[in-house]
């Protein structure tokens, strides 16, 4: 019988100072033999097998250190000395038209990659880096299929105007319009396609974009080919999504005993049933997520293709969303590597059916009714609120099952976005670069909504059909010229870049509706087309220089040109300025071991807005009028031709941004982050004004009137807990402080101009904001309730605030629906195969309107005549008897901590793979609050038929070959 020989390998660990490094893995290349040095850096590993083995020493924060040995009978001895590794810092980084490291930075740039992404059935991009970036604050819209998120940068800079930041897909910025057919513009791009992002916050980072970056910017770069033998990567998930909580109504006895008490009248309208109809809307919901992508290259040539399919059910019956993504890139060098091009090509297509209205019908719908009529002959046998000719009740909620299954709303949406770039470096000065970028996006959307002539909806009509399309396209060229030099005899480094930029908008929209169900006859006039268009030109430069690699200095320029501004006030000037300071080069701080990063970091910049209005909101367009109105001139009527309201003196929204940092790392890099405090003040805020009767063609108009300021800190830390062999443990932290306060909303300054905002449910014109100098924007305007002995309110009894013995003019600015803190907190922990993840965040201090409860939660909703609808079950503490729409009752502390998504998973090393792991995600795992609503985290801060965001379970299994 033989035995293998083994021997055995014994040494140190050393770093570059020779002082050993305990804890440092130590380990034999293709096995799992190695061994953990102790605390004088002493390492031993026996059970070697003799001959020819490769070494490799490990630790955190050092380049790791590979040494080729001959294993005999005897201990060899194999010593190790190794180097910091400033990878981190020589990180090479997407900024706008270009790339620096990460050490060179001046800006406030925040990088992610796609090993950092959130875990789970991510199905649009922005969930994936949710919650990991200070200073961002991204919130899904609803929990409906493919819904979008709204995303801000430090709070946004506008009010009226567009508070997104700028989305930059492989050079081509998107346009934010929407896209018919689908509810999310950005769902048509796969996450599994996306690399990195890169997210640029201050203007210093952000001016280079000028007029569209006073949101802030995000950088998305997609995966690339890479040149040697192929590679195949498949993903697969599939998920089970269930409702965690439903609004909290009268049950069928409580309603029943709510009724007979206080609406006698109405008790012969009592059913006998006892329904959930939240219950019978909701569903176990099923998602599959399946991605396969090509990588290799043939001959120097890298390429990458990739198909993506998503089959995602929502919670709510019908509702459905079916997409399909391409992506192919393809990438070559000619001309000696002087000349490199590079091709993305992204395709999507998107299928969705749409579950509308039925949330509001489920909450109010009568519990005391079945779901079907004793009458199968009509209104496909469900049960509805009939009027005295027995026709359905148009002022009665809708029976929510049948508006499910009766209505067919679906919507279809097909997406392109191109681009090529040439990078040329030319040969006679190889120091000058010429790039060009040019691109497009091109989308089309369609649907349509049918209710047949035989549903209780639209019955008197005889059912109804729309339909509706819309065409957007982009196009976009970049071009500048780049010049690096170093100068060593002066210790400089020189980066000069002076470009140019073109962008061109148009959009086309157009609905057709007023059909009845057989989809030809007409009941009103079909809607008009709107067509859109405008363009933005821009020539800019860039200046970046550093000192010594410690005294860095960046500078840009930017000059938009936008169709949307009259000639007098079409160009925008926005410049940047940035300094930074590697205060650890200084020989001061080079003997202090602990510190391995600190770099000081100044900024001040300009940005723009121009988006708030129509395309030219300067010029008097004019469209014909309704045929049907007519001006009479004596015997004579005709058709007129009327200009929409204008405003020739618009200009710009600007931004100007100072911020201060400090980046720090200790302990050779085990423990960095960023601490930065800013200040943003907008001024000339696009906003609709009340103006004179007979000044303008309508009583508000569009003027540069306000002014906003923002101010805030932004801090995150990452910790590299744990690194050994078989163990490590990474942890991040940040935390976003953030305030936003009108300083001006009048033309004349007037502290005590006010305007209106954020329409709520129960009549029309309802509004629970306003917008006053001094506060915040997000205030809710409400009476202070007044409550009894028992902490119950009082119905109709307000706080006398300004004392002049009545309470009906005594509403105050209460409150915000921004919180004032939010925070993100992560954790990253292996062990050997295993991994098991989490990623949670929370708001503080941000508040909800709980319209819900508001526009129902009284026993005067039981008193309408012919019907019956449900109440909140809140009224059975209130017992309010008619609505009390601006108690600050109904303002809610909506604060929460909330577990986005926790993974477990396992890698398996298999041979001729390489490597098969499978894992398991729970996504939306738990949420601590006191909002007594559906969910605390609702955009807006009017919680109104919430679509809810489900909890998710899901298995996945990707395969590497």
Not at 23 to 39: E, K, P
């Given at each position: ?149 709204t995303i801000r940068i430090r709070g946004g800079a506008s009010l009226t105007g567009s508070n997104d930041p700028l989305i930059v897909v492989d050079g081509i910025p998107l346009s934010n319009n929407g896209i018919s ?781």
């Open positions: 019988m033989a035995f293998a020989q083994t021997g055995s390998i014994k040494g140190k660990v050393l770093d570059e100072t020779n002082a050993p490094l305990p804890g440092a893995a130590v380990t034999i290349d293709g096995t799992t033999i190695g061994a953990t040095t102790d605390g004088n850096g002493n390492y031993t590993i026996t059970g070697v097998k003799t001959g020819n083995v490769t070494v490799t020493a490990k630790f955190l924060g050092y380049v790791a250190l590979k040494k080729a040995v001959t294993v005999g009978n005897t201990a060899v001895e194999v010593n190790f000395s190794l180097k910091p590794d400033n990878q981190n810092l020589n990180e090479v980084v997407v900024v706008g038209y270009g790339t620096q490291k990460k050490k060179d930075l001046t800006g406030s740039v925040t990088s992610i990659s796609a090993k950092d992404f959130n875990q789970g059935p991510v199905t649009t991009p922005e969930q994936l880096i949710t919650g990991k970036v200070s200073g961002v604050q991204i919130t899904s819209n609803s929990g409906a299929p493919g819904s979008g998120s057919g689908v509810s999310n513009p950005l769902s048509l791009i796969n996450p599994d396609d996306i690399e990195s992002y890169n997210i640029l916050k201050d203007a210093s980072a952000t001016a280079i974009f000028g007029s569209r970056a006073s949101n802030g910017v995000i950088i998305i770069t997609t995966k690339k080919g890479k040149d040697g033998k192929l590679h195949i990567d498949f993903d697969s998930k599939s998920s089970l999504s269930k409702v965690t909580k439903e609004v909290s109504v009268l049950s069928a006895d409580q309603f029943r005993t709510a009724v007979k008490a206080q609406s006698p009248g109405q008790a012969s309208l009592l059913g006998t049933a006892n329904t959930d109809w939240q219950s019978l809307i909701y569903r176990p919901a099923y998602t599959y997520d399946n991605n396969l992508s090509i990588t290799g290259g043939i001959k120097g040539l890298p390429y990458r293709l990739s198909v993506g399919y998503l089959d995602q059910d929502g919670i709510v019956k019908t509702d459905n969303l079916k997409r399909t993504t391409v992506a192919f890139n393809i990438s070559h060098d000619f001309l000696h590597n002087s000349l490199k091009v590079d091709l993305n090509l992204k395709g999507s297509h998107t299928l969705s059916h749409f579950a509308a209205g039925a949330i509001g019908n489920a909450i109010a719908f009568d519990p005391t009714q079945p779901v079907y009529s004793n009458d199968k002959s009509k209104y496909g046998g469900y049960f509805e609120w009939l009027d005295g000719s027995g026709n359905p009740n148009t002022l009665a909620p809708r029976n929510p099952v049948g508006l499910l299954n009766q209505q067919d709303a679906q919507g279809r949406a097909t997406r392109g976005i191109g681009t090529l770039n040439v990078n040329y470096t030319f040969p006679f000065l190889k120091e000058l670069q010429f790039n060009a970028t040019v691109g497009g996006d091109l989308s089309d959307g369609k649907g349509y909504t049918f209710i047949p002539a035989s549903a209780a909806s639209n019955f008197a009509q005889g059912g109804s059909y729309s339909h509706y399309f819309s065409e957007l396209y982009t196009y976009n060229t970049d071009y500048y010229l780049k010049y690096t030099k170093d100068f060593k005899e002066i210790k400089s480094h020189l980066d000069l870049q002076a470009g140019y930029s073109y962008q061109y908008f148009n959009s086309y929209y157009r609905t057709f509706q007023g059909y009845k169900a057989d989809k030809t006859t007409p009941v009103g006039s079909a809607a008009s087309p709107s067509y859109g268009q405008y363009y933005i030109e821009s020539p800019f430069a860039r200046l970046n220089y550093a000192f010594n690699e410690k005294y860095l200095l960046t500078a840009t320029i930017r000059d938009d040109r936008s169709s949307r501004f009259s000639e007098l006030h079409r160009n925008g000037y926005f410049p940047s300025v940035a300094f930074a300071w590697r205060a650890k080069e200084e020989s001061f701080l080079k003997g202090v071991d602990f510190l391995s990063d600190l770099k000081l970091k100044a900024g001040y910049g300009i940005t723009g807005q121009q988006d708030g209005g129509d395309y030219f909101p300067y010029l008097a367009v004019y469209e014909p009028s309704n045929t049907a109105a007519q001006y009479q001139f004596g015997s004579t009527f005709v058709n007129t031709l009327r200009s929409d309201r204008y405003n020739a003196n618009l200009k710009w929204e600007s931004t100007a941004t100072t911020n201060l940092a400090l980046d720090y790392g200790l302990f050779n890099g085990r423990v960095n982050g960023t601490i930065e405090f800013y200040n943003k003040k907008t001024k000339d805020l696009l906003i609709y004004t009340p103006i004179p009767a007979g000044t303008n063609l309508s009583n508000y108009i569009l003027a540069n009137i306000g002014n906003l300021t923002t101010k805030g800190v932004d801090f995150n830390i990452n910790v590299i807990a744990v690194a050994t062999k078989d163990i490590n443990w990474k942890l991040g932290y940040n935390l976003s402080l953030n305030k936003r306060k009108i300083t001006n909303i009048s033309l004349t300054s007037d502290p005590n101009q006010t305007i209106a905002v954020t329409g709520i449910p129960g009549g029309v014109g309802n509004t629970i904001g306003l917008y006053k100098a001094g506060q915040s924007p997000s205030a809710f305007y409400v009476y202070q309730q007044v409550y009894d002995q028992n902490g119950l309110p009082l119905e109709g009894v307000y706080v006398d605030r300004n004392k002049n013995g009545s309470s009906s003019d005594d509403k105050y600015l209460y409150k915000q629906s921004e919180p004032k803190a939010f925070m993100g907190f992560n954790s990253d922990f292996s062990y050997k195969q295993w991994n098991l993840g989490f990623s949670a965040r929370a708001n503080l201090g941000n508040y909800l309107y709980n319209a819900q409860s508001a526009a129902n939660g009284a026993y005067a909703g039981l008193k309408f005549s012919g019907y019956l609808g449900n109440l909140p079950s809140s009224v059975l503490q209130t017992q309010f008897q008619q609505y009390q729409l601006y108690s600050d009752y109904y303002v809610e502390n909506a604060s929460f901590v909330r577990m986005d998504y926790a993974t477990l998973g396992y890698t398996f090393h298999i041979k001729g793979t390489h490597n098969l792991r499978a894992s398991f995600n729970v996504n939306n795992v738990f949420v601590i609050t006191k909002y007594k609503g559906l969910d605390p985290e609702v955009n807006g801060g009017v919680d109104n038929n919430f679509y809810p965001r489900p909890r998710v379970y899901t298995l996945g299994l990707n395969l590497s070959l």
